[in-house]
């Protein structure tokens, strides 16, 4: 059973920085791709930002620039670097683990970003 365990969430203030984990108890390249999403209150969940196995990034062109995908592939772990963070970047951001059969997410981490 895959488990997708995210942490680093918090409250900043705006300009602030946050760095996203997501530990996974499967190997990594297990996955087409790894991701971040957010679901902020009253929206959709949306895609942040992802990685593929072959270490190809993607990022919503909202925050490309500020934010920063990367992988510890010993660790089983995806990060996401949050910087220059803005109070429209407050969701709830979830982690995902993408296969070929089906979607892996975790359970959530809080980030609130104050004005």
């Known amino acids: 059973q895959v488990q997708l365990v995210e942490s680093g969430g918090g409250l900043v203030q705006a300009g602030g920085s946050l760095r996203l984990s997501c530990a996974a108890s499967e190997w990594i390249f297990s996955f087409v791709a790894m991701g971040w999403y957010r679901q902020a209150p009253g929206k959709q969940r949306e895609l942040v930002a992802r990685?593929?196995?072959?270490?190809?990034?993607d990022y919503a062109d909202s925050v490309k620039g500020r934010f920063t995908i990367s992988r510890d592939n010993a660790a089983n772990t995806v990060y996401l670097q949050m910087n220059s963070l803005k109070p429209e970047d407050t969701a709830v951001y979830y982690c995902n683990g993408r296969t070929t059969v089906a979607d892996y997410w975790g359970q959530g981490t809080q980030v609130t970003v104050s004005s």
């Open positions: 990685i593929t196995a072959a270490g190809a990034t």
